[in-house]
């Protein structure tokens, strides 16, 4: 049995991991990859140490801290069940069952999804949720990106360098998220702002041929031609599999924690953006994962 056992292996677990080993804590981290949402973000302009990086370098330098600790995740792994009994949290995977004195979960987000006609169908076929991976796939075609924030400005920041035409559909009046992000996009020639846009439809049959849209301003049903459509809409926390009878999760299904990461059952601690903490940020998570891990040590010691 492991003292922690952290969940999740991005910027709140690594950062968590990195300080209870530096505690000789004997813990282990669990999780389907390295890096999980931080290796698909673009561009970083706004992580300390790094002038300019992007999602896929910065995780390269998370995991060299890994390596620099001897600390070796349990890759390929991810919690779908775990319970409680008296002092003891069992985890459970697709593969194996393990046991700790105490939790921290990093879990993270993934994307959400419009639940329209087409979308579910088309995924890997022009549907996207991720434009690092996908974008180099549409060099000189043209693409629409769904969604309001700064997760769609950047697609479309990035989409407009590989693709001939971008669309970016929202259901907004303008774009929202940082104004040099909104800035950039409209300075592309090639990007088109559509607002008041409502996605109704991705049309095609093998792949993506077109996408449908109510314009509210003229409330009309529109229709444009594209090769691909990318899903930028905002994140839901990787959270189901925490049991509903625990209380600790809100309306969003966000672990609700203190300033001390402590969730309201003794020994389960939380960080990163499966949490109900604003501003979902990398260096945010770093934050938290330190703080979850710090309070984690003080929890098993008053164990002793």
Not at 69 to 94: C, G, H
Not at 117 to 128: A, D, F, Q, T, Y
Not at 169 to 196: A, H, P, R, Y
Request: aromatic content about 8%; overall charge neutral; some cysteine.
């Amino acid at each position: 049995m492991k003292q922690v056992i952290v969940l999740g292996a991005s910027a709140a677990g690594i950062s968590a991991g990195i300080y209870l080993k530096r505690a000789e804590i004997d813990f282990l981290i669990i999780s389907k990859d390295i890096g999980g949402e931080m290796l698909t973000s673009g561009i970083i302009e706004n992580y300390p140490g790094c002038e300019v990086t992007n999602g896929f370098e910065l995780t390269k330098k998370f995991e060299a801290n890994l390596k620099y600790y001897f600390i070796e995740p349990i890759l390929d792994e991810e919690a779908i069940k775990i319970e409680k009994n008296d002092k003891i949290f069992k985890v459970f995977t697709q593969k194996n069952t393990y046991q700790s004195k105490s939790l921290i979960i990093a879990t993270g987000s993934k994307p959400k999804t419009l639940n329209i006609p087409g979308e579910k169908e088309l995924k890997n076929k022009g549907v996207s949720y991720c434009t690092v991976c996908d974008g180099p796939l549409f060099k000189n075609k043209v693409v629409a990106v769904v969604g309001g924030g700064n997760s769609a400005n950047e697609a479309g920041i990035m989409l407009s360098e590989i693709a001939k035409k971008v669309y970016v559909i929202t259901k907004n009046e303008f774009m929202k998220g940082d104004k040099v992000l909104i800035q950039k996009l409209l300075s592309k020639e090639n990007v088109e702002l559509i607002t008041l846009g409502l996605t109704q439809e991705i049309i095609g049959k093998e792949k993506v041929e077109g996408i449908k849209f109510l314009d509210k301003k003229e409330n009309v049903i529109k229709e444009l031609a594209v090769d691909g459509v990318f899903i930028h809409i905002g994140m839901k926390p990787n959270s189901e599999f925490i049991p509903k009878e625990w209380n600790i999760l809100n309306e969003y299904n966000e672990i609700i924690v203190d300033k001390f990461m402590q969730t309201s059952i003794p020994g389960i601690f939380a960080a990163g953006d499966v949490t109900d903490v604003p501003f979902k940020q990398i260096g945010i998570a770093v934050g938290q994962g330190i703080t979850a891990a710090l309070s984690a040590i003080k929890y098993l010691r008053s164990l002793e």
